[in-house]
T-cell receptor, first 113, second 112 residues
Framework: ETGVTQTPRHLVMGMTNKKSLKCEQH?????MYWYKQSAKKPLELMFV???????ENNSVPSRFSPECPNSSHLFLHLHTLQPEDSALYLC????????????FGEGSRLTVL | DAKTTQPPSMDCAEGRAANLPCNHS???????VYWYRQIHSQGPQYIIH???NNETNEMASLIITEDRKSSTLILPHATLRDTAVYYC?????????????FGSGTRLLVRP
């Protein structure tokens, strides 16, 4: 238990669906991250939020839309995804100015049919 | 951030020490060495980090060479639950957010 909770743990969706992934942390952290891990590939950083402001968007397609309403919550809104978007989506949080330790959630495994 | 090089895979016997090497020959003076691990289908877990001194915590020890161009993560008594992919990452603490960039890591198999 890392203190970072992701829901749902598993999601299957069609290409025309709209769904959202949710991440929640109550560690008092003020930076949050979305990573994508496709099969047999390294983790890819998608988005970084620092003090609820998006500070990094690593050329992620617009069909992925992040939202950070407060420092404890992070969402990834999904719409018109492609089968190649099937992956494990990992959320992490950290404390700005701290030791640089990221705390990861267990991930949401997404399958796009 | 400096690039790291790790062997793709290693194995060790249960109860023995596991020594995982990492090369970071282009590391600069303000960059730290971080180690994370990822057990199958879970999120990565922080293990340890250091700048130039050797570090030890309840999980592992980190040995950094004097020239800082390489380091070794030591799991002193490996157990089957230590089977995982281990990532060595070099990162400056200048940035206010710690957007760690993960490579392919070393897949460690602990044998019974």
């Amino acid at each position: 238990e890392t203190g970072v909770t992701q829901t749902p743990r598993h999601l299957v969706m069609g290409m025309t669906n709209k769904k959202s992934l949710k991440c929640e942390q109550h560690l008092g952290h003020n930076a949050m991250y979305w990573y994508k891990q496709s099969a047999k590939k390294p983790l890819e950083l998608m988005f970084v939020y620092s003090l609820e402001e998006r500070v990094e968007n690593n050329s992620v397609p617009s069909r992925f839309s992040p939202e950070c309403p407060n420092s404890s919550h992070l969402f990834l809104h999904l719409h018109t995804l492609q089968p190649e978007d099937s992956a494990l989506y990992l959320c992490a949080s950290s404390l700005l100015g701290g030791a640089g330790e990221l705390f990861f959630g267990e991930g949401s495994r997404l399958t796009v049919l | 951030d400096a690039k790291t090089t790790q062997p793709p895979s290693m194995d060790c016997a249960e109860g023995r020490a596991a020594n995982l090497p990492c090369n970071h020959s282009t590391i600069s003076g303000n960059e730290y060495v971080y180690w994370y691990r990822q057990i199958h289908s879970q999120g990565p877990q922080y293990i340890i980090h250091g700048l130039k001194n050797n570090e030890t915590n309840e999980m592992a020890s980190l040995i950094i060479t004097e020239d800082r161009k390489s380091s070794t993560l030591i799991l002193p008594h490996a157990t089957l639950r230590d089977t995982a992919v281990y990532y060595c990452i070099v990162k400056s603490k200048v940035d206010s957010s710690y957007k760690l960039i993960f490579g392919s890591g070393t897949r460690l198999l602990v044998r019974p």
